[in-house]
């Protein structure tokens, strides 16, 4: 017994001296000092240490030593593992506190991306607190649907994903507008998004490759995302959901109705930076429309129109009446520190000194022109629907309205509208056959338009010849609302000296502020030559003419109250109303919603529900706005009591253009067909025999009296019909001729086209041309987006 006990004496008395070495070769390897050996942070020997350490003590304490160093460098690859799979499964485990977190995160990138610096987030924190805490609790919402559901990093990421797209594509908004991104902005076209995305440049390529990057990461996780356990009862952890979405919103509702939260927006910019981005944001999606009043009643509506009616008029001979909205137009002499080469608008300027004048407030700055056209076409005011909400994309696709074009129609006018870029854009070509107008001529119909320097707009000068088309296509009279596009934004271009009129010789802001003030007065300018071109037909026409011309909105250039020299705002463009039969001079602001009625009833012209009330009341008085109010909402959302209980407004089978495209000859020299006639463009195909011939089949636009097709064998029959139609790159037809019949005898025919009609075109016309085919961009992209959906 006694030889076991020493000798468990001697193997513990060993066990220990080998512990004691195996301390004193560790020291000594740390004292190395040609090799960083110790990790202070980790507490092991380094994989370069032990390399030497190795090298230098190879005996069995040193064995021991790599051995434990081993053990400690493999620990040290494991930890990132460890910590990863540890915060994995607290977002697995504990969805509550993950949801606040991430939703944490997530308010605070929202909000510094739109007020774009984390330190404007963190001024919102301090400032508003309690709003603060507002939208975290509407950002926090879909976090915590992963308090029911099995997959949570699925409810992660999508959550992430959606407010992160709100965030990214408010930012953007804002580098090239004013307001941001609101739930209209959801409704927009393709051609709309392509107008936004070309703002962008090469910013918009990221985005949409950003999108699709997100969407991919977004399916590879809902395919190998793991299963977690629901920590509760399936039925109670919905139930708590619910229960927290409903605590949400009547927390919501609550600092509504005690005036901590506002649901109307006289500033959108401003709303947001108070009151946040995803309460506002959401406010944009879900309050549309005009909210019916609480004293609307019929008996009120009855008293309001009766009231209208009590004025009888002398009929008298009305004028033709033409509005003209001037695109991002004005008065750049108010600029401050704004100095120019030559005056950027001297006729526009001579027309305000000699004729009714003033200045008009708009509904919305820099962006937005369709709600400044919808004031003027109709005389309501856009204060009443939700915030940032385009009626042109809501209520007007529904109903129709009664307008302007409507009213007139009344009186025997023909109504036209006119722009000149695509008749889809805003919807227009929908919403003004539900406002009542006759006509619209768009770029799909116009001919010899050329594009602005940008490449983005057509130029304002084509607009001359549809006035006057508009004006000489009836022998009664006519109201012609035109919109023009030139001076619109993208002002970041440098201009070729032909296209250069005005040099900038000094400008407000930053040193790139030069550029984007060149291009915007030229542009401006020519806006400017065709209001004289116009003004000089219109004087030289045989009837009476008003017209009243303003601008939209102020241009993009940043431009703020201060930054003019008179008392204006940014609000505030300047108006003019010439005529050639004497008017009396007057100058007095409005409203953009008045200026209609105004306009009318100087013409001699009291009609119409929403116009007469202008006429007719005190527009200082208390009940002017609240009474307007009543009749919008009659008018489109409520009983139509102001028309005995019905709309009695029809949908016109509206036509394009004022003037029809026609065929005048059709000749053949053996090689080439060639189609005389008028109203041709660059949306014009050929039809023969039902088969259509397009630019790259060898159309050819010459001008637009002529175009010119490269035959090919079995093109031709003995007996053809040949037609034309103007169809965009959607396949929407806007205009066709009759069909013509050619008899083909297979002999060089005849033709009144000279030579150099056909092979030696103009530069202005190869100009036209070859920038007008520009005008399908817009279109092709709509077309390749619309075969991927």
Not at 246 to 262: D, E, P, Q
Request: proline share 2%.
């Amino acid at each position: 017994m006694k030889d076991k006990k020493d000798e468990l004496l001697d193997n513990e008395s060993k066990d220990k001296k080998e512990d004691v070495n195996l301390e004193e070769a560790t020291e000594k390897a740390f004292s190395i000092e040609s090799v960083d050996l110790y990790d202070e942070d980790e507490d092991f020997i380094s994989p370069e240490g032990f390399a030497a350490f190795e090298a230098k003590e190879p005996d069995d304490a040193m064995e021991r030593a790599k051995d434990k160093a081993k053990i400690k460098v493999n620990e040290n690859k494991n930890k990132f593992r460890r910590r990863t799979k540890y915060v994995y499964s607290a977002f697995m485990t504990k969805p509550f506190k993950s949801s606040l977190l991430l939703s944490f995160i997530m308010m605070m990138f929202i909000e510094g991306m739109s007020r774009r610096s984390l330190g404007g987030a963190v001024s919102f924190v301090c400032e508003h607190p309690i709003i603060f805490l507002l939208n975290w609790l509407m950002v926090l919402a879909p976090f915590l649907l992963s308090i029911a559901v099995k997959r949570k990093p699925i409810v992660y990421l999508l959550s992430i994903i959606l407010w992160g797209i709100l965030g990214i594509t408010d930012y953007y908004m804002l580098s090239f507008r004013t307001t941001p991104f609101t739930g209209v902005d959801l409704q927009l076209s393709m051609n709309e998004v392509s107008v936004a995305l070309g703002y962008l440049g090469s910013s918009g390529i990221r985005i949409i490759l950003s999108l699709i990057i997100i969407v991919l990461l977004f399916v590879i996780v809902c395919i190998f995302c793991p299963k977690s356990k629901v920590n509760m009862k399936r039925w109670k952890a919905c139930v708590c959901v619910l229960v927290s979405w409903v605590a949400i919103y009547f927390t919501i509702m609550g600092a509504i109705k005690t005036g901590v939260l506002s649901t109307k927006f006289g500033n959108l910019g401003i709303a947001y930076h108070d009151y946040g981005i995803a309460y506002c944001f959401t406010v944009t999606v879900v309050d549309t429309g005009i909210s019916k009043p609480d004293d609307y009643s019929e008996q009120k509506i009855y008293e309001l129109v009766t009231k209208e009616e009590k004025e009888a008029e002398k009929k008298k001979e009305t004028p033709n009446v033409i509005f003209i909205q001037l695109e991002s137009f004005i008065d750049v002499d108010e600029i401050k520190g704004l100095k120019l080469s030559e005056d950027a608008t001297p006729t526009y300027r001579k027309l305000r000194k000699n004729y009714s004048s003033g200045y008009l407030t708009m509904p919305t700055i820099v962006a937005g022109t369709c709600n400044t056209e919808f004031e003027m076409i109709t005389g309501m005011s856009i204060e009443f629907f939700g915030p940032g909400e385009y009626p042109y994309k809501t209520i007007l696709r529904e109903t129709t309205c009664e307008s302007a074009a409507f009213d007139l129609k009344k009186l025997g006018y023909r109504t036209h509208g006119i722009h000149n870029h695509t008749s889809g854009f805003y919807g227009r070509n929908e919403v003004y056959a539900n406002m009542g107008f006759d006509t619209f001529t768009g770029v799909e119909v116009m001919h010899d338009t050329i594009k602005t320097p940008n490449g983005k707009w057509t130029r304002d000068d084509v607009l001359t010849g549809c006035i006057m088309d508009c004006l000489e296509s009836s022998k009664g009279k006519d109201y012609i609302y035109t919109v023009t596009v030139q001076p619109h934004g993208m002002y970041n271009v440098d201009l070729l000296e032909e296209d250069k009129h005005i040099d900038v010789l000094k400008a407000p802001g930053e040193e790139d502020m030069l550029q984007q003030y060149t291009y915007y007065v030229n542009q401006i300018k020519e806006t400017d030559n065709f209001i004289k071109d116009l003004i000089k037909e219109l004087e030289e026409f045989d009837e009476d003419v008003m017209l009243v011309m303003y601008g939209d909105h102020i241009p993009g250039l940043g431009l703020s109250d201060e930054s003019f020299e008179t008392k204006r705002n940014i609000y505030q463009t300047e108006y003019v109303i010439w005529d050639n039969f004497g008017l009396k001079k007057k100058k007095k602001d409005y409203m953009a919603y008045e200026l209609t009625a105004e306009a009318l009833k100087r013409a001699g012209i009291k009609e119409g529900t929403i116009f007469k009330y202008h006429q007719q009341v005190d527009h200082e008085s208390e009940d002017y706005l609240k009474n307007l109010e009543q009749l919008q909402y009659d008018m489109l959302y409520g009983e139509h009591y102001a028309y005995n209980s019905g709309n009695p407004f029809e949908k016109t089978d509206i036509v394009y253009g004022a003037k029809d495209m026609k065929i005048e000859k059709v000749s053949s020299d053996g090689e080439y067909l060639y189609i005389e006639g008028g109203y041709f463009n660059t949306y014009s195909k050929v039809f023969i025999n039902g088969e259509v011939y397009e630019e790259e089949d060898g159309v050819e636009l010459i001008s637009s009296t002529l175009l010119k097709l490269k035959m090919e064998k079995g093109m031709l029959k003995k007996k053809n019909v040949v037609q034309i139609k103007n169809i965009n790159s959607l396949d929407v037809e806007f205009k066709k001729t009759k069909e013509f019949k050619y008899t083909y005898t297979g002999k060089v025919e005849q033709s009144d086209i000279d030579d150099r009609d056909v092979g030696n075109i103009s530069k202005d016309e190869a100009q036209t041309d070859k920038e007008a085919k520009e005008a399908n961009k817009d279109d092709k992209e709509d077309k390749k987006n619309k075969e991927k959906d």
